[in-house]
């Protein structure tokens, strides 16, 4: 079971409050073993400053360190922090020697067993075992945490993904587009043979890809253009010379990896909801390239933002989805309109 963040920082006080109290406890039992006021004085003083130090550690850890990506300059930070916050830990000790003096009038035996305690090299040691093996325990903890953690998000984001594939089908498979294409291709038979007979050729491939590539989480870029093709062709038997389509791709792009139909639900976005709603119109332009170590995929066509209340979205949330599932927060998809365009940007890292 995952914890939660605020079971976690309750379970962080309970574990402090025990661990430094057992830590403490051999001052405790001297305490009552010699009815010393100094050594009963000394388990609360010593318990309250261990807790105090080591909460202001761990906030200085969880600001300043981070595990996702523990380097060379997070260890150095790691070290200096020990090293401070012994210190500190040590002059709070130190500080509360000083009150006590203050405070109560001491026995020789009492200055006696000060006396003792004051080897500071051997506080300073004492001190700094403290707060290492306080950071050991606390990282120890954070691990076993986060691992238990990743194998629950491991498994909800296999779940997830599963689930994002039977709607990605859903979304593929648009029986209005299939049956306006089959009336199109009917009719294109009365006027050219041939040319309904390579729409039909086009129209099984769209149905082969997408039932066979439903499966798998990448494919080539160059294998995706093949079926935006397809899908623009057999969009133009309709809208003729109403629909013009423009693509502009990097030569070095082809060979690279992109989840399967994310193209194609952009265009055909594109088609259904900005060119067949125009009298005239419209274009819809395809560019691709590279930019440092990420792939920038833009669809643009002519016309105006407009969701219709009763539309599912469920073509842009499947790729919403599907960029979360594989690239985490390094996959992008925005929709926007610009100068009487609506400009669809899709941002997958490389590496």
Excluded: C
């Excluded at 029986?175 to 099984?204: A, C, Q, W, Y």
């Excluded at 933002?305 to 539309?311: F, K, M, Q, R, Y």
Aim: hydrophobic residues 45%.
């Amino acid at each position: 079971m995952q914890l939660t963040a605020k079971k976690q920082n309750r379970y962080f006080w309970l574990l402090q409050i025990l661990g430094w109290s057992i830590l403490n406890s051999s001052v405790f039992i001297l305490a009552f073993a010699f009815s010393n006021t100094y050594l009963f004085y000394s388990f609360i003083a010593y318990t309250v400053a261990g807790i105090g130090v080591t909460s202001l550690h761990r906030y200085y850890l969880k600001k300043n360190i981070n595990l996702s990506i523990f380097k060379k300059k997070s260890i150095i930070k790691l070290s200096i922090a020990i090293l401070v916050f012994t210190l500190v830990y040590f002059g709070v000790v130190i500080l509360v020697e000083l009150i006590y003096e203050s405070i109560w009038d001491r026995t020789e035996e009492e200055i006696a067993f000060i006396m003792e305690k004051s080897n500071y090299l051997l506080g300073i040691i004492n001190s700094f075992i403290s707060i290492l093996g306080w950071t050991l325990l606390y990282y120890t903890i954070k691990f076993l945490l986060r691992n238990s953690a990743n194998k629950v998000e491991t498994m909800e984001l296999n779940t997830a993904l599963k689930e994002a594939q039977l709607n990605t089908l859903k979304g593929q498979v648009n029986p209005h587009f299939m049956f306006n294409s089959l009336n199109n291709i009917r009719g294109l038979m009365l006027e050219d043979v041939d040319k309904s007979r390579e729409m039909i050729t086009k129209l099984s491939e769209m149905l082969q890809y997408t039932l066979l590539k439903n499966d798998v989480d990448a494919i080539s870029l160059e294998e995706e253009l093949e079926m935006v093709d397809n899908y623009i062709a057999l969009s133009k038997i309709q809208m003729e010379d109403r629909l013009t389509f423009e693509k502009n791709v990097e030569e070095e792009t082809l060979s690279f990896q992109i989840p399967p139909m994310i193209i194609q639900l952009l265009v055909e976005n594109a088609a259904k909801h900005g060119i067949a709603n125009l009298k005239n119109g419209g274009s819809i332009r395809l560019k691709i390239y590279k930019e440092d170590k990420v792939l920038n995929i833009q669809v643009t066509n002519t016309g105006k933002l407009t969701i219709d209340e009763n539309s599912t979205q469920l073509g842009l949330k499947n790729i919403r989805q599907r960029l979360r599932l594989l690239y985490g927060n390094r996959g992008t998809f925005s929709l926007e309109e610009v100068s009487n365009e609506v400009v669809a940007n899709i941002k997958i890292p490389l590496t």
